[in-house]
Nanobody, 117 residues
Framework: QGQLQESGPGSVKPSQTLSLTCTVSGETITTPLYYWSWIRQPPGGGLEWIGYIAYSGSTYYSPALKNRTAISRDTSKNQFTLQLSSVTPEDTAVYYC?????????WGRGLLVTVSS
């Protein structure tokens, strides 16, 4: 089983774009039938699925966030990236990358991102 690790800034100002990268080791993001998701958990709240990028490169986003979300990948680095635009303090959360689409089998440790001026 591989490992996933989130990286990126821990603080973003309101109206800016949050950008996080997930580096995958021990597995290949282009492996057939593998899906790679971003999930977040706000302080005191539950898990919220943001979206995924498939082994094929196709993407699918939560309807609640799709207008602000983009997930892309760099296969040469075995990484996938989340961009969330026009952030507000309500986007403050621990952001996780994980393997899976509806069931999640492998998680990064998570990265706290705070949206504050």
């Amino acid at each position: 089983q591989g490992q996933l690790q989130e990286s990126g800034p821990g603080s973003v100002k309101p109206s800016q774009t949050l950008s996080l990268t997930c580096t995958v080791s021990g597995e290949t993001i282009t492996t057939p039938l593998y899906y790679w998701s971003w999930i977040r958990q706000p302080p005191g709240g539950g898990l919220e699925w943001i979206g995924y990028i498939a082994y094929s490169g196709s993407t699918y986003y939560s309807p609640a966030l799709k207008n602000r979300t983009a997930i892309s990948r760099d296969t040469s680095k075995n990484q996938f990236t989340l961009q969330l635009s026009s952030v507000t303090p309500e986007d403050t959360a621990v952001y996780y990358c994980t393997r899976g689409m509806t069931e999640f089998n492998n998680w990064g440790r998570g990265l706290l991102v705070t949206v504050s001026s």
